[in-house]
Structure formats: structure tokens, C-alpha cells
């Protein structure tokens, strides 16, 4: 993996899943964390499971102060804040998103602000710290296969793949905008990954069996969180100090035209 020694990365939904991985991995490469996560028990035990070098706090993402509160954090206890990476997000279905006919206003407003006012609020602030910091920084965002390579047979949640989407424009008008600046913004795209969020799908027979053809890549399985860390520490280091405005798909094939065959 690529080096992060020295340096200091929030990760807004850090305390399980994906962003919990990646925390773990920025650690073992070097860094020291600040890992925002929403729910209590999922904050103590990640601060159980991270260790030294890390921080873990509890806060809402759709709160406009928990992103600023971290970085203020990071720079408190590590020094400065040179990388944010964006979780936090997950699935609408239980507030009503679905195909484009059938999704509710609760629904659409929901999913949006779970996937994606959080996400533009941790990036407003890590864009004011990092111009005002005057050193560059690293912004990752996370989106999904389903922002541009639909599956609807059994992912048809219209509301949550317009905020992947959306995700990805955020992320590249900023990489555009802010490359004078020397911050860069980049995407992770990841198909379908064993986490909490997933359990629905990974659950079904009938999906894994469309995954194994879908995600060929390994035999034909489901994402595990640690598929994404590599990416993740090398998108955040200065290995990657001249790649910006990229979205990368993990998605073990699921984006170049994978299954169902018979």
C-alpha cells in the first residue's frame, strides 16, 4: 500500500463497514484517523477495534457541524487534516425508494439527504479547511456501480442511484474547480459489498446468484470491505498527488458488462 505517514484523514461514517475497513487500513499504512460514526455502540466499538492513532466520535452527517467538529478535532489532536473520506450513506428502501413510480416524497428527500447533503456537507467543510489551511488536501467520495451501470431486477432504487450519481458530479466540478488549490477531489464506485447495508441482497439466493454473474472477477462473488482499501490509501496519499476528478469502479466486473448468463 502507498504510504500515509504523517498524515490525518476524517472519515465521515468510519465506525463500521467499508469506512471501519478503511480506518483500519490508513492506520496500519501510517496515518491517524478521525472516524465519525452515528450510532453509540458502533462508536465504541470502533474505538475498541482502531486502537492508537485514532479517533472515534459520535454525530449525525446530516448535522452541518459533525464534519467541521471532526476536522477541528483531527487538527486538535493530530495537527492538521490533509484527507477527508465520505461513507456515510446507505440504502432508502425502508422510507419508500424503489423504481421512479412507485418512490414516496419521504422517500426521495430521505435517500438524498442520507447519501447526499451529508456528503456535500463534509465536503463544503473539508474544502473551507483545506483553502484555508493553504496546504492541498484529498477528498474521497463514495458512490456506486448503480450511479451509471443499473441493474434492475433486483436494485431498483431510483432515489438512491440519482444521489450516486449526483455524487459524481459533485465530485468532479469540485476536482476542476479546486486543482489550482492543489486539493483533489476522486470517487469509489463499488458494487455490491459485504456490509450491514447489504444484508437484504446478500441474503437472497436469487441475488448472489445473479452477483456470481454479475461480479465475475474471484470466481463470481460478493465484495468484501477490504477490496476497497488499497484504492482507498492510494487515492488519499501523495501517490496519488496528480489523479483528480476520478471515479474508480470496485465492482469485480459488474460495470463492464457482467451476467446473468444461461
Same mark, same amino acid.
Given at each position: 500500500? /502507498? ?21 483500519? %487500513?490508513?492506520? !496500519?499504512?501510517?496515518? !491517524?484517523?478521525? /472516524? ?7 462508536? %465504541? ?22 464534519? @467541521? ?18 461513507? %456515510? ?19 426521495? !428527500? ?22 484555508? $489551511? ?12 448503480? %450511479?451509471? /451501470?443499473? =441493474? @434492475? ?12 450519481? =449526483? ?22 464506485? @463499488?458494487?455490491?459489498?459485504?456490509? @450491514? ?10 441475488? !448472489? /446468484? ?30 496519488? $498527488? ?21
Amino acid at each position: 500500500m /502507498a504510504a500515509l505517514n504523517g498524515k490525518v484523514v476524517v472519515i465521515i461514517g468510519g465506525t463500521t463497514g467499508l469506512g471501519l475497513s478503511a480506518a483500519s %487500513a490508513i492506520l !496500519r499504512a501510517g496515518g !491517524r484517523v478521525v /472516524a465519525l460514526g452515528r450510532e453509540d455502540e458502533h462508536v %465504541a466499538s470502533a474505538a475498541s477495534a482502531l486502537g492508537s492513532g485514532s479517533v472515534v466520535i459520535g454525530a449525525d452527517a446530516n448535522d452541518s457541524m459533525a464534519a @467541521p467538529s471532526a476536522i477541528a478535532r483531527a487538527v486538535g489532536e493530530f495537527g492538521a487534516c490533509h484527507g477527508l473520506y465520505h461513507v %456515510a450513506g446507505g440504502s432508502g428502501r425502508a422510507f419508500g425508494d424503489g423504481p421512479l413510480h412507485e418512490v414516496t416524497d419521504e422517500g426521495w !428527500r430521505r435517500t438524498l439527504d442520507l447519501n447526499l447533503t451529508s456528503l456535500f456537507l463534509s465536503n463544503r467543510a473539508a474544502a473551507q479547511h483545506f483553502m484555508q $489551511q493553504g496546504t492541498g488536501g484529498a477528498v474521497l467520495n463514495m458512490s456506486s456501480v448503480l %450511479a451509471f /451501470a443499473p =441493474a @434492475p431486477a433486483f436494485f431498483a432504487t431510483h432515489a438512491y442511484a440519482s444521489a450516486k450519481a =449526483a455524487v459524481i458530479g459533485l465530485t468532479t466540478s469540485a476536482a476542476a474547480y479546486y486543482a489550482k488549490h492543489d486539493i483533489r477531489f476522486n470517487a469509489i464506485a @463499488p458494487g455490491l459489498v459485504e456490509t @450491514p447495508m447489504s444484508r437484504r441482497a446478500t441474503g437472497n439466493e436469487d441475488i !448472489r /446468484a445473479f452477483v456470481r454473474a454479475r461480479q465475475p472477477l474471484d470466481g463470481g462473488r460478493v465484495g468484501r470491505v477490504e477490496d476497497l482499501d488499497a484504492a482507498v490509501v492510494y487515492l488519499l496519499s501523495d501517490a496519488a $498527488q496528480f489523479v483528480t476528478g476520478q471515479v474508480l469502479a470496485i465492482d469485480g466486473g459488474w460495470s463492464v458488462g457482467g451476467g446473468p448468463y444461461s
